[in-house]
């Protein structure tokens, strides 16, 4: 019986590539055409008859090979990668969805993922309603005839709220509804949606998959062959598609995906315990403390709590503010998920042009803080940060 290697041995081998003339890295196919044998096979190729490539937008060899191996890590039929989160969102949302249809989010969803929902799809007619998911019945009161999609974020962004993607996903086949997992935030390393029921596994790739702040990227991951089609055929004919330097850049990046979750994550643990017991500190959201209202579904549904962590501080955005022109080595940055520790306030910076009332209905409050730990050395963060909450 042939021995399965584990999942951090992919991470660093990846999907081999045949003649790729013995290169221990997946070289880069910077082309944008490919030539065929002969007449025959560049029909065959048109018709899907045979394998081969035909032009970079709709395949490449440096890409397929990112693309089988985020499938391994997924546990998914395939994958497309795309040139952003964002092509990697719109790309679900044209494969998935169409004039008259509904689709039911999570409320507290990544910004642009609901605002190109709202002013550019409904403009097709498609309608969406915005929800605490991490409430099942909440789901099951928003469901209507017309609901195609249930998309999920889990743990959702900035507020770090976690929803039972088994539990939802079961109430949504039993619908019909197609459920789709924005998983940027764990990456493959700590949560695996498609395990859990889920039909679609999507992610920034910007984020902890590249994990070197130097390139951005998505990828959609399926668990069904059809939905797969759809997804690629969106993809080509939008023109997503990802470069092939950019697909390279991305599979270097992998090679060390666990290594830097994991450290990133014994940072956070750290530091989620430091802040809540500070005394400027009002509350702290982080899956790893008991503290957290799903601290039990992250222990059953995530291998681990990650690297994100949401606080909020006494002084509301005066006090955001003052931790934000005060630390150093921490980035005062949007984004997440790089080697490198960044810090953002939200209601003075990403989510400052939504009314009060708006952003606190969706649990962003003027004193949260977002926190995405890196791999820096523990005691030098703490140092930063406790030198600039010092000046509150």
């Not at 944008?32 to 018709?47: E, L, P, R, V, Y």
């Not at 005394?279 to 994100?308: A, F, I, N």
């Amino acid at each position: 019986m042939k021995h399965q290697i584990s999942e951090d041995s992919i991470l660093v081998h990846g999907a081999e590539i045949e003649d790729n003339y013995g290169a221990a890295v997946t070289p880069i196919y910077q082309t944008s055409t490919f030539k065929f044998k002969n007449a025959d096979h560049g029909a065959a190729c048109f018709a899907g008859e045979e394998e081969g490539f035909i032009y970079t937008r709709i395949g490449n060899p440096t890409i397929k090979a990112l693309e089988t191996t985020l499938a391994q890590l997924e546990h998914g039929f395939g994958c497309v990668v795309v040139s952003s989160g964002m092509a990697a969102v719109n790309s679900v949302y044209a494969a998935l969805l169409k004039g008259g249809d509904h689709m039911i989010s999570t409320d507290a969803v990544y910004g642009p993922s609901r605002v190109v929902m709202e002013k550019y799809w409904s403009t097709y007619g498609v309608e969406s309603t915005y929800i605490d998911t991490t409430d099942l019945n909440n789901i099951k009161n928003a469901i209507r005839p017309d609901t195609k999609v249930l998309y999920i974020e889990s743990p959702s962004n900035p507020t770090i709220a976690i929803t039972d993607i088994k539990a939802a996903a079961e109430i949504a086949h039993a619908h019909g509804i197609v459920v789709v997992v924005d998983n940027t935030f764990c990456s493959p390393v700590l949560q695996k949606p498609l395990d859990l029921g889920a039909d679609v596994a999507l992610h920034s790739m910007t984020k902890f998959i590249n994990g070197h702040a130097d390139i951005v990227a998505g990828a959609v991951i399926s668990r069904t062959k059809e939905i797969d089609a759809k997804v690629r055929a969106a993809m080509i004919n939008f023109g997503f598609n990802m470069d092939p330097t950019q697909a390279y850049m991305v599979i270097r990046g992998l090679k060390t995906l666990s290594v830097r979750v994991l450290k990133q994550q014994e940072n956070a643990i750290a530091l989620a315990e430091w802040l809540e017991k500070h005394p400027k500190v009002e509350w702290v959201k982080y899956p790893g403390l008991k503290s957290h209202p799903q601290h039990e579904l992250s222990l059953r549904q995530m291998t681990g709590p990650g690297s994100l962590i949401s606080f909020s501080l006494k002084g509301g955005i005066k006090a955001g503010k003052t931790l934000m022109d005060n630390i150093h080595m921490i980035l005062l940055a949007v984004s997440l998920g790089g080697v490198e520790s960044l810090m953002s306030h939200p209601a003075s910076m990403t989510h400052s042009k939504m009314s009060k009332e708006a952003r606190e209905s969706c649990g962003i409050t003027d004193g949260l803080v977002r926190f995405a730990v890196g791999i820096e050395d523990l005691e030098d963060i703490k140092a930063d940060l406790a030198q600039a909450l010092d000046k509150i």
